[in-house]
């Protein structure tokens, strides 16, 4: 399988307009339904916030954006560590070190 292109990467980054860093939980359930709340850190800190029934759709789908974003951005980093680490090897390929006379120890 061949790897996207960090501009292909970038690009379907772009293309991410909403997201939601945490989990969606269900609080509990009742006759009429569950009931969600939102989990993450903040500062550090354990954050909660309830999630209205006719907005869990939408959260779910923004921590789901989150989680490809995260993907996507460690695809990039891979991506490009990668070309740095094939122009490397082939810049290392190209030189050829010659010592010089002061560098020789002598006996």
């Given at each position: ?11 379907e ?29 903040e ?11 006719d ?53």
């Amino acid at each position: 399988m061949k790897s996207k292109q960090p501009s292909q990467i970038l690009q379907e980054i772009s293309q991410i307009q909403r997201m939601e860093t945490g989990k969606l939980c269900v609080m509990r359930q009742s006759s009429k339904g569950a009931f969600y709340n939102l989990q993450f850190r903040e500062n550090g800190k354990p954050v909660s916030q309830y999630v209205p029934r006719d907005q869990v759709e939408s959260v779910a789908q923004h921590t789901d954006n989150y989680q490809k974003f995260e993907k996507l951005v460690d695809e990039y980093a891979q991506a490009i560590i990668q070309s740095t680490r094939e122009e490397r090897a082939a810049g290392s390929k190209k030189k050829t070190f010659k010592h010089s006379a002061s560098y020789r120890t002598k006996n």
